[in-house]
């Protein structure tokens, strides 16, 4: 028998509850894992709250990340010992995730656990992490560079936020943190942040072309905000969108775009290939300061994944949860 969150939606309600499995309750999948440690990310946080709606099959185990090793395969690219990592792939959503002490996963969505991280540590970073990497490639990808001016992070004690300083810290940008707590700027500057700024300043309807600010943009929150900062962007500049946490509108005109010649980069992290995702964790790898790390990441009981999920949601988590099955 294995535990894991069970997520149920019927004529009573919505209920989610620690529960006990079989082997033989696990879905369809080529590679049965043992899951040593997963994370709570936002969209695990709407689905174990039922506030969003990331649940697209019923019943479900939520848990979008995962790590450990490998049981059982009947997958020619796994055998039972080799450390893996999922991140994405609707896990979670269409198929039961990793907030479970047992998985059973497509081999093809798996990647080798990174060379110098542990499970804890890759799950540390996760998701979030994952993402933060993905668009600082996508910056690199557009050519924008340090020396042209400051980057801006918005939604920035978060979890990708919160990487996404440090990754680009790292890298020599002169980074500037959005944040609606101001009362975290000693951790942000830890991180590698130079300015910290009130998130207010970007939430509010704003011109279509505000005064060039940012060479370089990674939006975590959507709405008023990524539209500020696009509007804000300096010509040829490059804006990374990858979260919605302020809504999921974009409120904004051509302007920047045909004006400026602003690029907007869409970052999905779900259904990156295997390519594309070991490039991330490789980038991950070269730039991650592992003592750094330690500040970002909490760790905590899988019997409190829910009730840290109303704490993620209500904005009283700082930076990533890393949960220890």
């Not at 990808?141 to 919160?162: D, F, I, K």
Request: aromatic share 6%; with cysteine.
């Amino acid at each position: 028998m294995f535990t894991a969150w069970r997520l149920e939606q019927n004529d009573q309600g919505f209920h989610a509850a620690l529960t006990h499995f079989e082997d033989s309750d696990l879905p369809e999948g080529n590679v049965t894992v043992a899951v040593e440690y997963s994370t709570l990310n936002y969209k695990d946080a709407l689905a174990l709250t039922h506030r969003g709606p990331v649940v697209r099959r019923w019943p479900m185990v939520p848990g979008i990340d995962g790590a450990g090793t490998v049981l059982d395969s009947s997958h020619p690219d796994w055998q039972p010992g080799d450390c893996w990592l999922l991140n994405g792939w609707g896990v979670g959503e269409t198929h039961w995730g990793c907030l479970s002490q047992r998985a059973r996963l497509n081999g093809d969505w798996l990647i080798p656990l990174p060379k110098g991280f542990s499970s804890r540590q890759a799950m540390a970073l996760g998701t979030a992490g994952y993402t933060a990497a993905l668009c600082v490639l996508a910056l690199e990808r557009h050519a924008a560079h340090p020396a042209q001016g400051e980057v801006l992070v918005t939604g920035a004690s978060g979890g990708v936020g919160s990487v996404a300083v440090a990754l680009l810290a790292k890298l020599g940008w002169t980074v500037t943190a959005s944040t609606g707590k101001l009362q975290e700027e000693a951790y942000l500057r830890a991180l590698g942040a130079s300015h910290i700024i009130d998130r207010n300043t970007l939430s509010a309807p704003g011109k279509p072309l505000q005064k060039e600010r940012w060479a370089a943009v990674v939006d975590t929150v959507g709405s008023h905000t990524l539209a500020n900062a696009c509007a804000q962007t300096r010509w040829g500049g490059v804006v990374a969108a990858c979260g919605l946490a302020g809504g999921m509108d974009f409120p904004t005109t051509v302007a920047p775009f045909i004006l400026r010649g602003v690029t907007l980069a869409g970052i999905d992290s779900v259904m990156q290939p295997r390519a594309a995702r070991c490039k991330a964790w490789q980038k991950l790898v070269e730039l991650i300061d592992l003592q750094m790390l330690e500040r970002i990441a909490h760790d905590i009981p899988l019997d409190q994944a829910a009730s840290a999920a109303q704490d993620l949601l209500d904005g009283r988590v700082r930076g990533r949860l890393v949960v220890k099955i």
